[in-house]
């Protein structure tokens, strides 16, 4: 089975920085993504790692480390719309995507 | 813009119902997957579509079943809605995967709320 990992909720500050970890252990790796939802909308695309390092993207940036199962993104600046569920899903084969529970931000002001 | 849409967004049906969940595309994706997402349990995947008329199983299977006729549209029935299956029903799609560095991320439609009483 597949055991991807990460905290429910975060409470942050406007203009604050937040970190969302997410630890994985699957049975397949082929890159790790992560999805922001917010309340009863489609998840859309945020970042995609499958080396290990770190992408950044304006405010956000995700980090990759393959051989502890392991990564984090990151929110800079936070803003009030930042304020929704953030989606860690591994890639496990070729079609297949495995998601976390999700974790709940919340910003205040 | 990538579109993914959904026949409904809000359904409510009763137990023993057959329920039809309809899912277009308009970016020739050659990949169209089902979820269902419930609070606390993340997306789970019922069943994806890899071609026209190819379909695998995903980790949730039980009491779906899906249709590819066309690329474009990826149907899920509930051949006899449970109450057990009321959740939110979201489908996806995406190219397939050409490279290791290749994105080829999910695009997701808006959903579909469904409730069976």
């Known amino acids: 089975g597949q055991n991807i990992d990460q905290p429910t909720e975060m409470t942050a500050t406007e203009g604050a920085i937040v970190q969302i970890n997410c630890t994985y252990q699957?049975?397949?790796?082929?890159?790790l993504f992560w999805y922001q939802q917010h309340a009863g909308e489609a998840p859309t695309f945020l970042s995609y790692?499958?080396?290990?390092g770190l992408e950044e993207k304006g405010r956000f940036s995700s980090f990759l480390s393959r051989s502890k199962g392991y990564s984090y993104l990151l929110l800079k600046e936070l803003q009030m719309k930042d304020s929704a569920s953030y989606l860690c899903?591994?890639?496990?084969?070729?079609?297949?995507?495995?998601f976390g529970a999700g974790t709940t931000v919340t910003v205040r002001a | 813009d990538v579109k993914v849409t959904q026949s409904s967004r809000y359904l409510v049906k009763r137990t023993g119902e057959k329920v039809f969940l309809e899912c277009v595309q308009d970016?020739?994706?050659?990949?169209m997957f089902w979820y269902r997402q419930d609070p606390g349990l993340g997306l789970r995947l019922i069943y994806f579509?890899?071609?026209?008329?190819?379909?695998e199983k995903g980790d949730i299977p039980e009491g779906y079943s899906v249709s590819r006729e066309k690329k474009e549209r990826f149907s899920l029935i509930l051949e006899s809605a449970s109450t057990n299956q009321t959740s939110m029903y979201l489908c996806?799609?995406?190219?397939?995967?050409?490279?290791?560095?290749?994105?080829?991320?999910?695009?997701f439609g808006p959903g579909t709320r469904l409730t069976v009483l």
């Open positions: 996806a799609s995406s190219h397939i995967r050409l490279a290791e560095s290749s994105y080829n991320e999910q695009f």
């Open positions: 699957t049975s397949g790796f082929n890159g």
């Open positions: 790692n499958v080396l290990d």
């Open positions: 899903a591994v890639r496990v084969n070729d079609y297949k995507l495995s």
């Open positions: 970016m020739d994706h050659e990949n």
């Open positions: 579509s890899y071609d026209v008329k190819m379909k």
